[in-house]
Every structure is written in structure tokens, then in C-alpha cells.
């Protein structure tokens, strides 16, 4: 399973990269960097994919990656209408983990923003209240110069070390497969199944859309992903449902139905499974917020 290798545009002035972005389709597919990617999603929400992880991202949410490590976020259908008030503001900086030079992460001051990047390399999902205060790092980034860009880059790192809540996201056990027959194979199965969660897809289809032989599909998928592919469609459902909860405009039987699900029980079940919660008590946990 390869992703695509990007290269991040850098230039002679800056020895990182900062940007904002405005649209939803950047990089909207499955790739990895040799540079650590710190994103910060201002404005946003879809689904995430880093490693072998899968989840909702949603506006606020701030994740660091480490470099090789394959990410892929894409957001939901309402980004792409034409038309729709829905805009995406995303920051992200790309840097290399030795663009201070190669001593500067061993000196003994600088050990926790060693750890910190060793963590990344699984990625690092920030869910506490240091969130507002990288995000207004970031944002200082974007107009900063000189020495104070570095300055501020770490202390970012600094408030990633500091914080009580951080969460690796990908497994110990993955590990991407680099071979180049593999590049495009992941990228159409992820587009097709969230495409098409909403019903039920027959593994026919999907050894099609990665052009192997139904008997190889569901082998395939697992030594890819170190996942079934029914435990992968059924993550994409419950991320799904918990968007629904948390907008609260459906009950919870029509969630159930919306995100995929062809039975309550199957819906329930799968939903503590994957979130440790009843779909009620996840709702009931946002909306207290």
C-alpha cells in the first residue's frame, strides 16, 4: 500500500514551511512528506485517516505527524458544493525534524522536543486546553520572521509536551509497504467506501475498484492495513454517526440507518466497540460541552 510522496514547497528565505489553507482539496489523498507536519484545523471537519487510524476530525483539532508517516484527511461532501457557506482554514507547517542542525535534539535541554517528534512518528492527536494556545502559536507563525519563526515553532513543541492529553494515533505494529505497484490501489478504495458507506458493499465491488480477484481482497486489505475491511467501513460508519450525534438533528435510530447501519443492535454494538460509548452517552457528552 503506497502513498504518494509529496514534495513540500519550501523556499531560500524560510527553513520551514507555514501556510494557510482556504480549500478543502490540498493534498486531499493518501501521501506522506519526509518533513513533520503540525496542522491545525481552525475551520473544518471530515474524515482522518494516519496510519492505521481512522477517525472524525473536526474544527479545532490540532495533530502532529511524524515524517514517512502516510495521512490522508478528507473533508465532507459540503466543503466541495458548489456554492456552499461551508469554507475550509486549515494552518500547517512542514518542517524537517534536522533543520537546526543535527546536534540540536541531543542537547539535554532539548529532550522533550526530541520525545515529542520520536511520539509523532505514530501521530499525536491534542485534545486538552493547550489546543487554543498552539493554535494562536501557529497563527503568530504565519506572520512572524527571522529567529522569532523558530522561536515560536518550538515553543508549539513545547505546549505538545507539556500537554495532559495527547493521543497516539496510529498502531505500533504499522507499517507502510512501499511498493510502487501499490500507489493509487489505497486511494481508490478509501474514495469508493466513503463514497458509498451509506449501503451495503459487497466485497465483489471493492476487489474490483482495487483490480484483484474477490478471494485476494479481503487478504489483501488485512495485510495492508492490519484491519478487516468490515472493521474499516465500520469505523467510517461510526466516525460518520458521531458527526450526526453531536449536530443533533436526527434521533438516534435514524443516525443508525443514515450512517450505514442495517439493524439497531448491529448499530449499538459496533458503536461501543469502536467509540467505548453508547451512541446517547457520546451525545450526551458533547452536548454538555
Keep these: 500500500m503506497k502513498p504518494q510522496l509529496l514534495k513540500v514547497s519550501n523556499n531560500l528565505v524560510n527553513s520551514f514551511s507555514a501556510r494557510r489553507d482556504n480549500v478543502p482539496y490540498i493534498n486531499n489523498r493518501w501521501h506522506y512528506h519526509e518533513e513533520v507536519e503540525l496542522i491545525y484545523f481552525k475551520k473544518g471537519s471530515g474524515t482522518q485517516f494516519i496510519g492505521d487510524s481512522i477517525k472524525r476530525f473536526s474544527s479545532g483539532d490540532i495533530v502532529l505527524v511524524g515524517a514517512h ?7 465532507d461532501d459540503n466543503y466541495f458544493n458548489e456554492g456552499e457557506t461551508d469554507h475550509a482554514d486549515v494552518i500547517v507547517i512542514h518542517f524537517c525534524e534536522n533543520f537546526w542542525g543535527n546536534h540540536f535534539l541531543s542537547l539535554p535541554e532539548n529532550k522533550g522536543i526530541k520525545q515529542t517528534l520520536e511520539k509523532a512518528q505514530r501521530g499525536i492527536q491534542i485534545s486538552d486546553t493547550n489546543r487554543k494556545n498552539i493554535a494562536s502559536i501557529m497563527e503568530l507563525i504565519l506572520v512572524a520572521s527571522g529567529s522569532q519563526r523558530i522561536i515560536l515553532l518550538m515553543e508549539a513543541l513545547l505546549e505538545i509536551e507539556s500537554s495532559a492529553k495527547e493521543k497516539q494515533l496510529s498502531s505500533m505494529g504499522f507499517h507502510n509497504n512501499f511498493e510502487d505497484s501499490e500507489n493509487d490501489r489505497i486511494n481508490a478504495i478509501y474514495n469508493y467506501s466513503l463514497t458509498h458507506f451509506k449501503r451495503k458493499i459487497q466485497m465483489e465491488e471493492m476487489a474490483a475498484v482495487a483490480n ?12 495492508r492495513t492490519r484491519k478487516t475491511y468490515t472493521q474499516f467501513i465500520s469505523e467510517i460508519r461510526v466516525g460518520h454517526a458521531c458527526k450526526l450525534l453531536i449536530e443533533d438533528s436526527l434521533n438516534v435510530k435514524q443516525i443508525c440507518y443514515e450512517s450505514g447501519f442495517h439493524n439497531f443492535a448491529s448499530f449499538h454494538k459496533h458503536f461501543k466497540i469502536i467509540t467505548g460509548q453508547s451512541p446517547l452517552s457520546y451525545q450526551k457528552s458533547f452536548l454538555r460541552k
Excluded at 69 to 75: E, M
Excluded at 215 to 222: D, M, P, Q, V
Design 212 to 223: 484483484i480477484s474477490p478471494n485476494s481482497f479481503c487478504r489483501y486489505f488485512k495485510t
Design 69 to 75: 508517516l502516510p495521512h490522508y484527511w478528507k473533508f
